[in-house]
């Protein structure tokens, strides 16, 4: 299974943007990169995914590097509640599981 | 309505005993997973089952048995249960597993943290 780095932790002003970096330097070309995040006390939620281009929601957008050996999430304007500790992932289409690193605990400050 | 609902939320039990943790969800999806965080919320796979069928079973010790009475429930049954099985366990679900799709949004549960002592 291919592997992800991310910086431990993070700090961020309130309102301003977030850049989140992953490194997956192992990445197979079928490999899609996905983001969860998880809340204090909560289980995982979907952040966003993709493949080769960037990708915007509601959420947050994914920006990956044209190699693919990285990607960034970026939360434009984070808040209190985006508080959470976010996970780069790397998932085979062909298989059912997501390996989870040990993501990156970002701290948003008032 | 809660998509995935896991019960109890807590539960603090003796080593040596038997217990389990239910899982349901309403969302009619045909893949449900049961995770393990450790205390050092490392997140793990366990298991997995597609309509009612096991797919993915992780080197998990045989004390551990998850059960799919329906697509909608899977639940997780300990035995013997020992101080290192304290943790916190996640279900979650997802819509398609039998055709290999990327985009596989998981859904996870509230989680139920066990603490054995």
């Known amino acids: 299974d291919a592997k992800t780095t991310q910086p431990n932790s993070m700090e961020s002003n309130e309102e301003e943007p977030v850049h989140l970096p992953c490194n997956h330097s192992t990445i197979s070309g079928t490999d899609y990169i996905h983001w969860y995040r998880q809340l204090p006390s909560q289980g995982p939620e979907y952040v966003i995914h993709g493949l080769t281009s960037n990708v915007n929601n509601r959420m947050a957008s994914l920006a990956i590097a044209e190699d693919r050996k990285s990607s960034t999430l970026i939360l434009h304007r984070a808040t209190l509640r985006d508080a959470a500790v976010y996970y780069c992932i790397l998932r085979d289409p062909g298989t059912y599981k997501y390996i989870f690193g040990t993501g990156t605990r970002l701290k948003v400050l008032a | 309505d809660t998509a995935v609902s896991q019960t109890p939320k807590y539960l603090v039990t003796q080593m040596g005993n038997d217990k389990s943790i239910k899982c349901e969800q309403n969302?009619?999806?045909?893949?449900m997973y049961w995770y393990k965080q450790d205390s050092k919320k490392f997140l793990k796979i366990m298991f997995s089952?597609?309509?009612?069928?096991?797919?993915i079973n992780e080197t998990v010790p045989n004390r551990f048995s998850p059960k799919s009475p329906d697509k909608a429930h899977l639940n997780l049954h300990i035995n013997s249960l020992e101080l290192g099985d304290s943790a916190v366990y996640f279900c979650?679900?997802?819509?398609?597993?039998?055709?290999?799709?990327?985009?596989?949004?998981?859904?996870f549960g509230p989680g139920t943290r066990l603490t054995v002592l």
């Open positions: 969302l009619g999806h045909d893949t």
């Open positions: 979650a679900s997802s819509q398609i597993a039998g055709v290999p799709s990327a985009y596989n949004e998981q859904f």
């Open positions: 089952y597609n309509n009612k069928e096991l797919i």
